[in-house]
């Protein structure tokens, strides 16, 4: 089955307001650059994203916090982002801190079909505020949800016109369990090969989680905080 479409603006042009979407990448490393952008361009409002970080403030999602498109955010780590900041203390964006073992075992579950599960993380914190606990071998557990999503946004070095996926390096973070639990897996890949070139021993993602697929172009790859290595004396 062919699943190519031309572009991001064709991969994404059926999302309506209101959608959940989880996107990958942890910081800017991995991220579905030209899939953020054509949804900035669709407008579409009130969305929820499930994602690691929240970019910063002029890349990643701070793309579509820059024009409020984001109601919610589901995440782990949102200090790069000083739009962010401000969004979140005005009260303009509703924000669902979790534990980052916890957030891609979560994803994981959802993938998984399992409902939900119980973890140590968290107790005593307020994480656990509102949460049913249970206590296992004498000690007090957290039962957590399942993240679900109606699209997923991944971003993969290699792929097929059926779907098969191969990352690289860092960008094989939350991709690969990010593309099982949602309804709808768009893949923006930098290389569209054809179908049987890939090793099946590399393929991370199998072509039954992908229903559309597109080459990616004019990837930035930002690095989302520089540092240098002191000059020796």
Not at 178 to 189: N, P
């Amino acid at each position: 089955m062919n699943k190519i479409v031309k572009n991001a603006r064709e991969a994404v042009h059926d999302i309506p307001d209101g959608a959940t979407i989880m996107v990958g990448g942890f910081g800017l490393c991995g991220i579905p650059e030209n899939l953020i952008a054509a949804l900035r361009d669709l407008g579409v409002k009130g969305l929820t994203m499930i994602s690691n970080n929240a970019g910063v403030a002029d890349f990643g999602l701070g793309l579509l916090m820059q024009t409020r498109q984001i109601k919610k955010m589901i995440s782990t780590y949102v200090g790069e982002n000083k739009l962010f900041e401000e969004l979140f203390l005005s009260g303009a964006i509703e924000v669902e801190l979790n534990p980052q073992g916890t957030f891609a075992e979560r994803i994981r579950a959802g993938g998984a079909g399992i409902a939900a599960f119980f973890t140590p993380t968290g107790v005593g914190t307020p994480v656990a505020e509102k949460k049913e606990k249970r206590v296992f071998d004498g000690r007090e557990y957290l039962l957590e949800s399942a993240l679900k999503a109606d699209f997923a946004f991944v971003k993969a070095y290699k792929g097929d016109a059926m779907g098969n996926l191969v990352y690289r390096k860092t960008a094989r973070n939350f991709n690969p369990m990010m593309a099982t639990a949602a309804k709808i897996t768009i893949a923006e890949v930098e290389q569209l090969v054809p179908v049987g070139s890939l090793d099946p021993d590399t393929i991370v993602t199998p072509g039954i989680y992908v229903q559309r697929i597109f080459q990616g172009e004019n990837h930035e790859k930002r690095i989302e905080k520089r540092t240098y290595r002191p000059k020796s004396s």
